[in-house]
């Protein structure tokens, strides 16, 4: 590519590409913002961490001790050796060892980059001057008790039906008005919907507004969610399997020990995720099947050995999210055991019901060991990658897709999870 095209296609595309390298940078806000035509991500929202610290080597601060206290020393503690590491320990040290030459490859070119390092800088900084969120009074809403204590609650979706005239005239003045206020725009529908156990779709082109209780939520164009427990995702299922999907994204709620995590969401044991309908939601020509996982040796185990064999899916290649701050540096040290800055995707196929479509063969192979770059958003938000995975989705076009687990939704796929509008609260968003 030409290196003076590289700045301004990130610019417009989120995504920056090496010179021979399999390495891609993502600012996400970028990415998710190709998804609507009159709202913006709040950059300030989505980094809330990571931007703190721009200084490569933050000078301690001395506090002067005050001369009438004296610290009584400590006597000195001769440090403990770590324990020796175990058998699934040693298997994860030496799969990070095989990563660490490609991760600290990808991170070098990052590092060289120094028009990409300039503007990562900035990737926080953006007019979030008309914050949506001041115009709605409501907390921010935990769905996942609200499904269990109020199953019948509606969702106003605020659409516009047409693009009329009226409509490009609005958008090419900045109009800041929304949906239910404004006098201007003619074709608007309220549609009051479940918001539970319920497909809510928005079927135009342009960004829909949905209001549960005193909050409002932002969905894109031509797209949909579906909020519910575990328990109802065969409702999904679609009745022909010409209508399933051809990427279809996980990212379960693993269990983990981190108490904070706790705190974010619920999880699963891992048995639950075996009866996952990846099958029957595949479409007939087959689907891209891209898992999320932790570093944790016991649950690449359980993908490898027991979960994509329980889907019917094959094994096709691993990407690495490699976490970086703003300054261009890892989040945490490449070495750390239990921390590691990155963490991988799994991806593989699932056979449609096509004839032969067990023939793996007819599928893209796909190159293995991507490294995607990117400043970490909220916690456990993963960076939009599914433009890299286009090339490798089998079927129609545009390709059918499904974020399963999801906390957001994107133009064009159907979103199912617990808490789906999660990162869709208007407080994430402001007006062009
Ligand atoms: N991909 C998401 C993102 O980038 O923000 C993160 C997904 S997070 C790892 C897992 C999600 O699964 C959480 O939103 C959690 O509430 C949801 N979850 C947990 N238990 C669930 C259940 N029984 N049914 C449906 N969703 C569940």
């Not at 301690?60 to 400590?74: E, G, L, M, Y």
């Not at 008309?130 to 809403?141: A, D, F, R, T, V």
């Not at 949906?179 to 918001?195: G, K, M, N, T, Y």
């Not at 983990?256 to 007939?284: D, G, M, V, W």
């Amino acid at each position: 590519m030409d290196e003076s095209q590289k700045l301004p296609l990130f610019h417009e595309s989120g995504i920056y590409h090496f010179n021979d390298s399999n390495a891609v940078f993502i600012d996400p806000v970028r990415v998710l913002n190709r998804s609507y035509n009159r709202f913006t991500v709040s950059p300030s929202t989505y980094y809330p961490r990571f931007f703190q610290t721009l200084t490569p080597n933050p000078v301690p601060i001395t506090v002067s001790s005050s001369p009438t206290k004296r610290k009584r020393k400590k006597p000195k503690r001769t440090p403990k050796e770590p324990p020796p590491l175990n058998d699934r320990e040693l298997i994860a040290l030496q799969r990070h060892q095989e990563l660490r030459p490609l991760l600290l490859k990808a991170h070098e070119c990052l590092l060289k980059s120094n028009e990409l390092l300039d503007a990562i800088r900035t990737l926080r900084s953006g007019s979030d001057s008309y914050c949506l969120k001041e115009e709605c009074e409501g907390g921010e809403q935990c769905f996942v008790e609200l499904g269990w204590q109020s199953p019948d609650l509606v969702v106003t979706l605020n659409v516009r039906l047409c693009d009329t005239d009226n409509d490009s005239h609005d958008r090419t003045q900045n109009n800041l008005e929304d949906f239910s206020d404004s006098p201007s725009v003619q074709c608007c529908e309220q549609r009051i919907l479940p918001a539970f156990n319920n497909l809510v779709v928005n079927d135009t082109e342009d960004d829909a507004v949905a209001e549960i209780m005193n909050n409002r939520y932002i969905m894109p164009q031509e797209s949909c969610f579906y909020m519910s427990d575990l328990g109802q995702i065969r409702n999904l299922i679609p009745a022909h399997t010409d209508c399933g999907f051809n990427l279809i994204m996980v990212d379960p709620p693993w269990e983990n020990a981190s108490a904070y995590q706790k705190s974010r969401y619920p999880t699963l044991p891992n048995r639950y995720f075996l009866s996952l309908p990846i099958k029957q939601l595949t479409h007939t020509e087959g689907a891209l099947v891209a898992l999320w996982v932790t570093n944790r040796e016991k649950l690449r185990s359980f993908v490898e050995k027991e979960l994509f064999a329980a889907w019917g899916v094959s094994y096709a290649a691993s990407f690495h999210w490699l976490k970086v701050k703003a300054n261009g540096s890892w989040i945490s040290d490449l070495d750390l055991f239990h921390h590691r800055p990155y963490e991988s995707l799994i991806l593989g196929y699932s056979p449609g019901k096509v004839k032969n479509s067990d023939d793996h063969s007819k599928f893209k192979p796909v190159k293995e060991d991507r490294v995607i770059m990117s400043i970490p958003g909220d916690y456990s938000r993963k960076p939009p990658i599914a433009d890299l995975l286009q090339e490798y989705v089998p079927g129609v076009k545009p390709p059918r897709c499904i974020e399963l687990f999801a906390r957001e939704i994107m133009a064009g796929w159907v979103a199912w999870g617990n808490e789906p509008l999660h990162f869709q609260d208007s407080r994430y968003f402001v007006k062009k």
